[in-house]
Every structure is written in C-alpha cells, then in structure tokens.
C-alpha cells in the first residue's frame, strides 16, 4: 500500500507538470457546463403563451411535466436534456491522463526503473488509474455544481429540483465513477499494448459513444435519465470495470513491455 501511495503521489506531480492536460481538465467541464446553462438562461425571455405543448413534441415526454406551463416545461426539458453532459465529461478527461500512463513513462525513460521495483502490477496499475481518475470525478462534480447553481439562479429552486432529482443526484454519485473508471480502464488497457498515446486516446473514448447514444434518445423524447436506467447503467459499468480490470492485469506483461520496448 505504501509503495501504491508513493506511486499516486508521483503520478499527481507528473500531472501538475503537464499544463495541456490541466488546461483540458478546466477547459472541458467549462465549457460544457457553459453550453448547458447557455442553453436554459435565454428561453427565461420567452413571454407566456408563445409555447404550446403540441408544439414542445418529443421533448415534453421525456421529463415530468405535471402541473407546468409549457414555457416551463421547456426550460424543463432543455436543461434535463443537458445533464447528459455531466456523463460525457467523465468519459472523455481520464483519456487525456491514462492514455499517456503507460506509454509516457516509455517515452521519458523512466519505465524500466519503474517496473523494476517491486511494486506488483496491481498497485501500479491501481495508482496509475487513481491518478487518472480522481481528477475527472472531481473536475465532474464541481462542474454540476457550478449548473445546479446557475439554474438554481436562472429557473429558481421549483424547477431545479426537478433537474436535480434524487436519481440523478444517485447518478452523480455512483454512476460517473463507474463511467470514469471504464474509460479509465480501457485507456490503461489499450496504452500498455501501444507505443502511441493519441491511439490509446482515441480508443480509451470509445466509452463516450454510448452517452451520446443515450444524449440522442433523450432529445427524441425518451426518458433515458429515469431510475431504472440509470441504475442499469451503473450496474452495466460496474461490471464492465471489474472485466477491464482483470484485463488489465492479464495484459500488463512486464518482462515483454521490457523486451518490446527497449531501445525504441
């Protein structure tokens, strides 16, 4: 555990180090927590009667509308739709970490000495994903901070509460770990098998295409941010983590990385 604790600090110093990454883990959360709000704060112009229900259409289905008007009904749905955001972004920043992981000690030659210390490849690999993913939740949450209290001053606490219900509160908590930590794991996975980082990026981002899936069905009029989804997809992930991560270690060769890599 020592040995684990002593890695993860050395990961968070090589993160601080690395200014386009720091720079991606504010930028991202930023700018789509802008989207979000920016897409909500104008439809408070709108003037009663000039919505309908007919004319809300799919998008009205998908969120509870009960006892609402329909300028609210759709500052409801608008701002519903977006909270989709908050699953995209811890999909996308541990990829910008984890893929550089492995392959980054590689290319400043500092793997050799690290995989000759007797740390096992479980707390490397533990330490490393830490290191990846304790910044995106975290970047996560206080971006969806930042919108709960932008909505709170833009639709007041009525319709905040039916934005930040219990499930989707539920789902900051559990489910964006569980989405970052997949990421996580597949650009771990992908990076000790590659000597490119931008490919063990752009594959470790794979996991962000089923949230844009579910951002479509949404803005189709699915309720795809309901209790029951989200706990399936939590479930889904959690399990999808615990086969990664076994992958992982399966993977992760020390002798052959050695073999394979030396003198590139």
């Known amino acids: 555990m020592s040995r684990m604790v002593a890695l993860l600090r050395k990961e968070a110093l090589d993160l601080v180090k690395h200014r386009m990454v720091l720079v991606t883990l504010l930028l991202v959360p930023s700018l789509l927590t802008l989207v979000a709000l920016g897409s909500v704060v104008p439809l408070q112009a709108l003037p009663q009667g000039e919505v309908s229900m007919d004319e809300l259409g799919p998008l009205a289905a998908s969120v509870d509308c ?22 995209i972004i811890p999909t996308t920043l541990p990829t910008v970490i984890a893929a ?9 030659r500092t ?22 993913l304790i910044p995106a939740v975290v970047a996560t949450w206080l971006a969806a901070a930042v919108h709960a209290a932008g909505l709170f001053a ?13 499930a989707w509160l539920a789902a900051l908590v559990a489910t964006v770990p569980t989405l970052a930590l997949a990421s996580v794991l597949l650009s771990l996975l992908v990076s000790s098998r590659s000597v490119d980082p931008r490919s063990a990026q752009q594959l470790g981002g794979f996991v962000v295409v ?10 189709l009029g699915v309720g795809v941010l309901r209790a029951p989804v989200l706990a399936a997809l939590t479930i889904g992930a959690a399990a999808i983590d615990a086969l990664l991560m076994w992958l992982c270690v399966q993977v992760f060769e020390r002798e052959s990385i050695l073999v394979r890599w030396k003198g590139m």
């Open 66 to 87: 009960t006892d609402l008007a329909p300028e609210d009904c759709l500052r409801l749905s608008v701002a519903a739709m977006h909270r989709l955001l908050y699953l």
């Open 111 to 132: 793997l050799e000495a690290l995989l000759a210390t007797p740390i096992s490849t479980t707390e490397l690999l533990s330490a490393k994903g830490l290191a990846a």
């Open 100 to 108: 550089y992981s492995v392959v980054g000690e590689k290319s400043e």
């Open 154 to 166: 833009a639709v007041g606490p009525d319709l905040l509460a039916r934005v930040y219900t219990p």
């Open 210 to 219: 089923p949230i844009v899936g579910m951002l479509i069905a949404q803005s």
